[in-house]
């Protein structure tokens, strides 16, 4: 039984490719069994490694991808990030989000996909919790929440998807817990009167810096709990990334020691992990910093987390998927004579969050 739990979460984390069959082996997570849909039956016909999917610069070759697989597999292969720095294949286990195998999730896997004689629901109702956390946990679990997704999933027209926080993020499940765990772990408490003066706050800010021709003031007004500017010949770079449906948008803003928004930049990955996300964020700042020349620079954002992965090879990701971005990230602040990566609270990473 252990044996075919362990085999149910075993997944290959992509690093060159080289020792990957794209056709035997598991290493799209999700893919069911990890494994890629074939386009036809003829495109199993051509075999070969998953570095053969990749174009010179690391890239996915997009134009193999969509003559081999599935438009779903695909798209799943997208997002997987690929990496510039040397990294070895290996084998995780895609029960444990930072793919080590335990105890508990693997328990976990096994009980979600159990027989029928145990439904999970029947642990859910007779457990001693209130009974309308059962039912808001079940409606949760069925995706019966009144939220703008689950809306629009049973073709019902929903005008605003937006949440009325202001974050920049469309209305689900997911966002939901998001600010559920804003509320907990930050004792934020959320009111429309202050979210609708925040987003007024901030899109003067941002309308101060930028015009359609780019910037026009040349200079910030930096107050205590908004903007701090750097040393003299240091460059602060600010990212951040929101993440809609199963893509992610980021925004990379660099400014000088007297506030000069010198770039603006922004991206988008497909990905729906604010892990993965947030470093290719910091990854864009950095890759922005070298095209530029800049020797000295500081990377703030808010996400602590990636933080602590950056700055200690010892703290482990909290997913295994971001591995090949961290990976570049260490590669790159190398190039640099000095860089330093920094935490700041959300409101202060206002302009970053805004693009």
């Keep these: 039984m252990t044996r075919q739990i ?20 598991p290493w799209i997570p999700n893919n069911p069994s990890f494994k890629p849909i074939p386009r036809s039956e003829e495109a199993r016909n051509e075999l070969g490694s998953v570095s053969s999917l990749k174009c010179p610069d690391g890239n996915w070759n997009v134009e193999k991808l969509t003559r081999h697989f599935s438009g779903e597999t695909a798209r799943n292969i997208l997002k997987i990030p690929f990496t510039n720095t040397p990294l070895e294949d290996a084998l995780i ?28 629901w029947k642990f859910l109702w007779s457990s001693k919790i209130h009974e309308r956390h059962k039912f808001f946990l079940w409606k949760l679990a069925n995706g019966g929440l009144t939220k703008a997704t689950n809306l629009q999933r ?31 772990m930050e004792n934020k408490i959320f009111s429309l009167d202050s979210t609708m003066s925040t987003l007024n706050h901030r899109f003067t800010e941002f309308r101060s810096l930028v015009s359609r021709d780019g910037p026009v003031s040349p200079h910030i007004h930096c107050t205590k709990n908004i903007w701090r500017k750097p040393s003299e010949h240091c460059i602060k770079i600010n990212s951040d990334a929101a993440v809609k449906d199963d893509t992610s948008f980021i925004g990379v803003v660099a400014r000088d020691h007297l506030g000069t928004v010198l770039e603006l930049k922004a991206a988008q990955l497909l990905t729906d992990i604010a892990e993965l996300a947030e470093a290719y964020g910091v990854l864009q700042g950095l890759i922005l910093a070298k095209e530029k020349g800049w020797t000295k620079v500081l990377l703030e954002l808010d996400a602590r987390n990636i933080i602590l992965q950056i700055q200690s090879h010892d703290t482990p990701s909290t997913r295994w998927l971001p591995a090949g971005v961290f990976a570049d990230i260490q590669r790159l602040r190398n190039d640099f004579q000095e860089v330093r990566f920094t935490w700041i609270p959300r409101e202060e990473n206002f302009l970053a969050q805004f693009l």
Aim: hydrophobic share 30%; aromatic share 12%.
């Design 6 to 25: 362990l085999e149910k979460g075993l997944c290959y984390r992509v690093g060159s490719g080289d020792s990957i069959d794209y056709w035997e082996d």
């Design 93 to 120: 286990w895609n029960g444990n989000t930072n793919g080590t195998f335990s105890v508990k999730p693997a328990f976990m896997l096994e009980f979600w996909n159990g027989s029928s004689t145990s439904p999970p």
């Design 154 to 184: 049973r073709n019902i027209e929903v005008q605003c998807k937006d949440c009325i926080h202001g974050c920049g993020s469309i209305e689900s499940d997911a966002h939901l817990w998001h600010i559920r765990n804003i509320a907990k």
